[in-house]
């Protein structure tokens, strides 16, 4: 794979990794596998190790997904995260690292005895659950905070949301636990709980939740915690950061916390090889049928806390833990029918309808098919039994057909020619396996698509989501961003569930996002490929829509960072006609279009690219803002084009030993303040930041 490919491949794997990220994390509404999600992943992470110059920040590799932007009204559940507070996590809440064989947990082992250099070590061996991750808070023996993972730097905070659960200690037993520490784990929705909750959701006329994760993620974000107290949610604890406390093991740290009266799995084991893991996963692939609760894996962590702190972490995992998967589970069940669904981008995906079968826990009655050379190659026809797993995600997929019960009246599917949402006939690139709709600015899928796209938080944060996007188009409201600012109260009253405070809440947050800076605003036009990083650098290097939209491919080719497909993208985007009548009615609405004085300070930093690691006096998010306010650019590692190594409090030893080994300054926050003119410090007054310890 030579650059230019490798460039698009990238870009398409981030646009879908970003997209399946927010229906999972955000939507409790995945669409994607956790399999096939990881293996994109693998593939991602894979591509920027080969071509390390593509990296970017906002790249899916370099962070956790975020639960902090709950859209306003999604699967009936109100309302947004805008009713919740949000605090910064003492530690950072990461993810882990998944494996899919007992080699890959080989090479874990390798690779941890390998820096421990020969340190005795043993393993803890859990269950994976498949909750919704918890961070909870005890001072003085008392909960005093529970905060959801957030973006693994800041999370929502939903103590009270939390003391309604029953099994959740408000107070500790006996007294020998520490002033104050933190405990992580996962919240639950039994299988018992679920079936009578989306029994009553029927009953209600609403729509039911895919599976039981979606559920506990979706009740925990309620906001009456009366209510999230009635849908018999359930917490297990499974780890205790190991700067909180000094016991000498994981283990005795657990022992501990059950002995506090704190709810911890009993279902954990020691073992000293890999012989012992792998008889823990063999007897757990099966037993785990048989508990009241989902589970789709097994975690394997290294047992002493003085070699977690030797092994430290990466932007996203810690080395001493992994997550093995189970495979998913299988049944064998009739195809009834297929639906082709228009994605967001205009992908069509086909979609099987099968006689519903029970499977991790749910009813399956759809999986997807992928796309037309898929079902091809499979031979796939109406009518026959297929093979279906399902690995505790929302649509499960086919994998093979059972040709030996293939019936005599099996009939072919026919792929579509015309887009089933609009009519426009599709499109298939020769280098891509999916059809398009090329009908972008008119097809209804898309048109909500980009409206979610605009609304987001890292868009023009405004307070909406799918069903509110449904709901506007639907009644003629909105087609286009633009339609957004022409909304009045009378409007919105209309629309069912919608009361004086949702809509004077909403139009609210219209007027707030017309403050929102330049390279927020390009970012939320929604140009194909133009991701956060990319929308900043473009519009620092041409200053105002204006000039970007008249720049030519030289031009745009000059801009760090955008290359032959980035740059065709955009010029295609300018050329249509409706785009530039958008722009016209959106400048007319207020929203900025322009680099001003909010957005950039001064040009202190011109030229300068940054790499922060370590804790500060103010969040990482707002250390990036001012290097950007003063004209620098962030970058997430270091490499021979990293200007500095901003390093703060406790800074990465891996970042500190790369800018060594490249002769890459180091400098501490007071001397970057120092570069920085006069009045020019912060991106707003130093004094209205309030101190953040914590971030990392």
Request: some cysteine.
């Amino acid at each position: 794979m030579d650059r230019k490919d490798a460039e698009i491949r990238i870009a398409e794997l981030r646009e879908t990794l970003r997209e399946n990220s927010r229906r999972y994390y955000v939507d409790n509404a995945p669409t994607m596998s956790d399999y096939d999600y990881d293996q994109l992943m693998h593939e991602l992470e894979n591509l920027e190790s080969q071509w390390p110059d593509l990296v970017t920040p906002d790249s899916p590799t370099q962070h956790v997904g975020s639960d902090i932007d709950a859209p306003m009204g999604d699967n009936a559940e109100p309302l947004s995260r805008r009713e919740f507070a949000q605090y910064p996590h003492r530690y950072p809440m990461l993810s882990l690292g998944n494996t899919y064989s007992i080699a890959e947990i080989e090479e874990f082992a390798a690779r941890a005895s390998k820096t421990l250099s020969g340190e005795d070590f043993s393993y803890s061996c859990e269950l994976k659950f498949d909750g919704t991750a918890i961070c909870l808070t005890y001072r003085n023996g008392r909960l005093v905070r529970a905060l959801t993972r957030g973006d693994g730097i800041v999370g929502d905070d939903v103590t009270e949301n939390v003391r309604h659960i029953s099994n959740i200690p408000q107070v500790l037993r006996g007294g020998n636990w520490p002033e104050e520490f933190e405990i992580r784990g996962e919240i639950l929705m039994p299988y018992e709980s679920f079936d009578r909750l989306n029994e009553q959701r029927r009953r209600d006329e609403d729509p039911p939740f895919a599976n039981p994760r979606n559920a506990a993620s979706g009740s925990l974000k309620l906001l009456d915690p009366v209510e999230v107290g009635r849908r018999g949610l359930w917490c297990t604890l499974y780890h205790i950061p190991a700067e909180s406390v000094s016991f000498e093991t994981h283990e005795a740290a657990l022992d501990a916390a059950a002995s506090w009266g704190l709810p911890v799995s009993e279902h954990r084991r020691i073992c000293h090889d890999i012989a012992e893991i792998e008889a823990y996963i063999s007897h757990w692939d099966t037993a785990r049928k048989s508990l009241p609760y989902a589970t789709d894996g097994i975690v394997i962590k290294i047992n002493q806390l003085r070699c977690q702190q030797q092994l430290g972490y990466t932007a996203k995992f810690p080395r001493w833990a992994v997550a093995y998967k189970f495979k998913a589970e299988e049944a064998v069940t009739p195809l009834l029918s297929i639906d082709y669904q228009v994605g967001r981008t205009g992908a069509v995906t086909p979609v099987a309808n099968l006689a519903p079968v029970f499977l991790s826990g749910t009813m399956v009655k759809r999986a997807t098919l992928n796309n037309a050379d898929q079902m091809a190659l499979m031979d796939i026809r109406i009518g026959d039994w297929v093979h279906v797993e399902k690995g505790g995600e929302i649509i499960p997929k086919i994998t093979s057909v059972e040709l030996s019960k293939r019936p005599a009246d099996a009939a072919i599917p026919q792929f579509p020619k015309v887009c089933p949402d609009c009519g426009t006939p599709l499109v298939k690139a020769e280098d891509e396996a999916k059809y398009f709709c090329p009908n972008a600015d008119g097809c209804p899928t898309q048109i909500k698509g980009k409206l979610i796209h605009f609304m987001g938080r890292k868009a023009m944060n405004i307070l909406a989501g799918d069903a509110t996007a449904d709901q506007l188009y639907n009644r003629g409201l909105v087609r286009t961003p633009a339609d957004l600012y022409d909304l009045r109260k009378r409007d919105l009253v209309t629309l069912e569930g919608w009361k004086d405070r949702s809509a004077d809440r909403f139009l609210e947050s219209l007027r707030n996002s017309i403050e929102t800076p330049f390279d927020r605003v390009l970012f939320a036009l929604g140009i194909r490929f133009v991701g956060e990083t990319t929308a900043k650098e473009l519009a620092r290097h041409f200053g105002d829509i204006d000039s970007l939209a008249s720049a030519g491919m030289d031009d745009l080719l000059g801009v760090p960072d955008v290359g032959d497909v980035i740059a065709r993208s955009v010029l295609e985007w300018f050329a249509a006609p409706a785009h530039k009548v958008e722009i016209q009615r959106l400048k007319a609405a207020g929203l900025h279009f322009s680099m001003t004085a909010q957005t950039a300070a001064s040009s202190a930093l011109d030229g300068k690219t940054i790499v922060i690691s370590g804790n500060f006096s103010i969040s990482r998010d707002e250390m990036k803002a001012l290097i950007e306010a003063n004209g620098g650019k962030n970058s997430s590692s270091v490499s021979s084009k990293t200007s500095y190594l901003l390093a703060g409090t406790k800074p990465g030893p891996e970042k500190l030993r790369k800018a060594a080994e490249l002769g890459i300054p180091v400098i501490g926050e007071s001397d970057l303040r120092a570069m920085l003119p006069s009045g020019k410090a912060t991106a707003a007054d130093e004094e209205d930041f309030e101190p953040n310890l914590f971030g990392i």
